[in-house]
């Protein structure tokens, strides 16, 4: 398996831009977590689900953050608009019966 | 929620000392307890895993401890090597979902 794609890699946009994050989980897993990863906050969890539906979004920082998993194998996490202080490593990791987490490599957004 | 405090938050050590990283958690429904490894620019990288029924468990030179009673848990490194350097990250679990300390920078001298 190639497991957990990101993409993009990187991503550089401007404030009040639409941003789009996209993860495709390893196949078979059933649940699939969006992490946000800055220095001053570490890492912290945003979102999860389990089979394709949210189950704790309390992590989610405000209504401008949103995300989806329309099927198994996709998801992506939205931010509109997007502000300087959403700059952030993004990562998205899936599990098996939520038991060893497996990440992505990120994406690194920088909002100027 | 829950909340996981993780000391220290550097660490440097020369190659061949041992290296231990400590982590306690609030909730003590928490039932399983990874850690990971960041090496720069990289994705965390599972090590190593404990779960609640379990003390200790070894794997080489990484091995891992849990006090239930105390609710604390520590990761041991013996034998250090310079790629051994990264920001370690222990994290307590609830039903899949994963609470992270904040990470130990380890840096292993030459």
């Known amino acids: 398996d190639a497991g957990v794609i990101q993409s993009p890699r990187h991503e550089v946009t401007e404030m009040g831009q639409e941003v789009t994050l996209r993860c495709k989980p390893i196949?078979?897993?059933?649940?699939l977590f969006w992490y946000r990863q800055t220095m001053m906050r570490g890492l912290e969890l945003l979102i999860y689900f389990n089979n394709n539906v949210p189950i704790d979004d309390s992590g989610m920082p405000e209504d401008r953050f949103s995300a989806k998993m329309p099927n198994a194998s996709f998801s992506t996490l939205k931010i509109q608009p997007s502000e300087p202080r959403d700059s952030a490593v993004y990562f998205c990791a899936s599990s098996r019966q939520s038991s060893i987490q497996y990440f992505g490599a990120g994406t690194r957004l920088s909002v100027l | 929620g829950e909340n996981v405090e993780q000391h220290p938050s550097t660490l440097s050590v020369q190659e061949g000392d041992s290296a231990v990283i400590k982590c306690t958690y609030s909730?003590?429904?928490?039932?399983?307890f990874p850690w990971y490894k960041q090496e720069l620019g990289k994705r965390p990288q599972l090590i190593i895993d404990?779960?609640?029924?379990?003390g200790e468990k070894k794997d080489q030179r990484i091995a891992v401890t849990l006090n239930k009673t105390a609710k604390h848990f520590s990761l041991h490194i013996t034998e250090t090597q310079p790629e051994d350097s990264a920001v370690y990250f222990c994290a307590a679990s609830i039903g899949g979902k994963l609470t992270f300390g904040q990470g130990t920078i380890l840096t292993v001298h030459p």
């Open positions: 909730d003590s429904a928490s039932n399983y």
């Open positions: 404990i779960r609640s029924n379990v």
């Open positions: 196949s078979g897993h059933d649940y």
